[in-house]
């Protein structure tokens, strides 16, 4: 069964940090490249960054660059988001997907950690 699992969310200030990390299991992690996304109250879901697990490629979304950082531990089968310099519009709900690459359509979704910042 895959599974993607977030965790490490939570409330913080404006110019804070968080690290939210997605477990994945149920799969090759190798052959997959795990993206972050977040949903916001009233908006579309966005894509925030992604990884590919096989040669490290990343990708990020302008809204984060500079700001945030993706990053895999393959032995842990875990990719990690450092998310620095808050900002309130960053608030949401983050969820974590596995594809095939990363500008493939996600078939796997996590279930989703909530980021508040307030200001």
């Known amino acids: 069964e895959v599974q993607l699992v977030e965790s490490g969310g939570g409330l913080v200030q404006a110019g804070g940090s968080l690290r939210l990390s997605c477990a994945a299991s149920?799969?090759?992690?190798?052959?997959?490249?795990i993206g972050w996304f977040r949903q916001a109250p009233g908006k579309e879901r966005e894509g925030v960054s992604c990884?590919?697990?096989?040669?490290?490629?990343?990708y990020y979304a302008d809204s984060v660059k500079g700001r945030f950082t993706i990053s895999s531990d393959n032995a842990k089968n875990t990719v990690y988001l450092q998310m620095n310099s808050l900002k309130p519009e960053d608030t949401a709900v983050y969820y974590c997907?596995?594809?095939?690459?990363?500008?493939?359509?996600?078939?796997?979704w996590g279930q989703g950690t909530q980021v508040t910042v307030s200001s």
């Open positions: 990884i590919s697990s096989s040669d490290g490629s990343t």
């Open positions: 997907a596995a594809a095939s690459y990363c500008a493939a359509p996600m078939g796997y």
């Open positions: 149920g799969f090759t992690f190798d052959d997959y490249a």
